[in-house]
Each structure stands twice: as C-alpha cells, then as structure tokens.
C-alpha cells in the first residue's frame, strides 16, 4: 500500500494532535503520524518549519504546504471539503449524515424537496466508522464501513443532495413557519423542515485518568486508534455487542486483547459471544470494573475492582478501548423537543417530534433499535412524512400545518 501523502507531526500526549487525528479518521483520509518524542528527524523537521520552535501538530501535505497547529476549520478547507451551504433557503434541512440522515435525503431530494445536510464529523455516521457491517441488507459479504458510507453519499449526491461536512450545527429554532438552523461558523439556514437524524455518542466511564490520558491510551473507536496498537496488550471494557466485535477487530494488530465485563458473562449476541471465545487472542475477565487509568505519559495499566469482593488489582495494557454504550447527540435541541428519560428524543408514528414540523430518526429518536438499517428504514420513514408536510408548505396551500 502506497505510504499517505499527509504527515502529521505530534506526540501521543498532545490535545491539539489528537483532535487532529480524529478530524483524518472522522473524513476517513489516510495520514502518517510522525511521534517526535521518539522520532529525532520528525523533531527536527518540525523545529526547522517552525524557526528552531517545538510547535505541534506540525501537519505536512502532498503538495508540500503545511499547516501549523490548524483548526478544523482550517483543515476542512485544505482537504476541500463543502462547510457552506450554497443557499440560505432549503425545503428540508437534515442534520447528521449517518444511515438515517442520509437515507431520508436521497428520499427527499428524489422527489424535488430541496434537501440539504450539515454533518459536524464525517459523512456516515457511527456506520461509516465501523469496521465492517455484516448485516445491512444487500451486501451478502458485509461492507466496509468506509464503502457503506461513501456508497450512501454517492446516491444522495446523485439526487441533488447538498452535503455539508466538519460543519456543526449549534442551534434549532422555531421563527413563524421557518425552522431555522445554525452552524458553529456563524452560518444561518431556513427551512420548511428538519430532521434531526443526530445519533448517538460513546459513553464514558468517569474514572481516575480518563480525561488524562484520552487519546494516549484511552480510546473509544478501535477503527480510527486501533493500528496504533500492533503487537501490543490492550483492555477493552464493556461486555456488549460492540465491545466483542471490537475486540475481534483489535486482535488484527494487538498481541493480546482483555475484555473486562462487570457483569458474569458477556451481554453480546450469542454470535458475537462465540467469536469471541474462539478467539485465541481474546481473554473475558467477568465481575470486574476498571477503577482508574494508569501511567506516566501514556497509560500503562488498568486498575480493576472486582465486582463481588472489593478486591482491586492492576493490569498491565497499552491501551485500554471503552465500548459501555451510547448517549443520544442531543444537546443542542434539549430546550427545544421532548426526550425520555434517558434523553432519547420521542416523537409521534410519523416520527415527528412535539414539534411541528421538526423530525427525529435513527439512534437518537427514543426507542430506536441502535441498527444501521433501522436508522435508514426510519430515514425512508420519516421522508415520507416530511414530504406530507412541506409538499402543502411548499405550494402555498392554505391548510399547511406549519405554526
Ligand atoms: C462500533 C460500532 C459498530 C457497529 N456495528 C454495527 C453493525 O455491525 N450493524 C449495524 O446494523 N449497526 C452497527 N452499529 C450501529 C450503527 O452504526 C448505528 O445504529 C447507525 O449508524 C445509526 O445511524 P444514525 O444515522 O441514526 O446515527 P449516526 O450514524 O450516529 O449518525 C449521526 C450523525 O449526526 C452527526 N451529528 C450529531 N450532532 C450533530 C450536530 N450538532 N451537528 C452536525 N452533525 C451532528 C454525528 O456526527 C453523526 O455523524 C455499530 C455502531 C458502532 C459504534
């Protein structure tokens, strides 16, 4: 494989280098990071672009530019990517660009609703950063996660659909029968509609040293930090079906993979659970907590509780990956829609919320099954009730239901 032509020059600690690297791994671009704590020429190269100074991430291109220290936006645009939107004016505005985001605009956008969508990370959602989907239907050898989302993107384009990426939406409100949609570069959209197809976050676990040492050691994607890992032991905790399946993923670079349950066995699928036992390179320690994250500059290790007798014990690991589950992205819309109690947004059979005219599919609507293809299944769904409801807006028919 051809080595990537992007270079970023960072060290594991680094906050700014780490959020870097999450922006490559949310566009799914390939780059090469450089640790000048260890790499003497990488630290060199870097002083001699910064006059003598130790700045990181130094980030260095194809085309032989660099950036220094660049923010998102800044990288958003040297990687080319769409941050504005062409119009100011939509029929449907869609935010989040997972399997429901996306599935509901190439519905709408098929049918003439002007449809844009504003995606904060990568086009995809959780599904485009899965490793492999092996059960979304049509794809009888599984896809890539990766290949799921750009597929998904291309057919979207294909009907019109604008896509925004690495562009956040920051508020959702109400003005007459406008919804109105702002962005975190000061950008303000109107729609008839909007879908809130956000999904979920990963949940962490609140202990000693796991802010410390996010991203030199603690880890919640093993698709985007896996790789980092070759040859060495690493921990993951949970006990679900994304903690097996990651773990599987994790044995390809790692020497050693421990899941560590607090429950008695695994909660995964009996599928899952089974590959995982089979594994030779995968041990399940049960009734453990982990307590703290360990380490000098990088996690070192893992201190554990078990779960029955108090005891606390300390595991050697590389890296430590946390799969406990997920939290809806619903932070911008919480004054806005009604939610459960576990802050899942609920709408009515037609997936609209208590809101006129403000939609929610997907893992972030309450009661959603957390599957790729239910998330589109729900996108279709939820298109076509939008059509219902902007097509009157839209004509100018008195008996529209905006208000
Ligand atoms: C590790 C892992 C493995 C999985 N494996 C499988 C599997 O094998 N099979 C399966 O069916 N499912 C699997 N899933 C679940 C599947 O990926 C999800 O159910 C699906 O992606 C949900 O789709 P969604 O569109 O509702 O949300 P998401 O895919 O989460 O997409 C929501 C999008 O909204 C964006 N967003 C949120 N807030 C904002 C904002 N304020 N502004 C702009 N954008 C915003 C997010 O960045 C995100 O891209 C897996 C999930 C994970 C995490």
Redesign the pocket.
Known sequence: MAEPDIVLYGTNWCSDCKRSKKFFGEQRVAYKFVDVDSDAEGLALVERINDGKHVIPTIVFGDGSNLVEPSNAQLAAKLGLQTTAKCQFYDLII???????LTASLYTAREGIETLV?????V???????E?????PGFPEGVTGADFADRLRAQAERFGVEILSA????RVSIDGQYRVVNTADGGEYRAWAVLL????T?RRLGIEGEDDFLGAGVHFC?TCDGPFYRGQDVVVVGGG??AG??SIFLTKFANKVTIVTRDEHLSASKIVAEKVGENAKIEVVTNASPVAFKGKDHLDRVALKDTRTGEERELGAAGVFV?IG?SP?V??VKDLVKMDNLGFITTDASLQTNVPGIFA????RAG?T??????AG??AAAALAIRRYVEPLASGMPNAEAG
């Open positions: 935010v989040g660009s997972g399997p429901a985001g504003i995606e904060r990370g990568g995809g959602g959780q599904a485009g950063v899965t492999r989907l092996d059960n979304f562009q956040e939406v920051t197809a956000l999904g979920s990963y093993a079906n994304s399946e990651e799969f997920l992205n932070g911008m599919a997907g893992d972030v959603s957390k599957q790729a293809a239910s998330a729900e996108g």
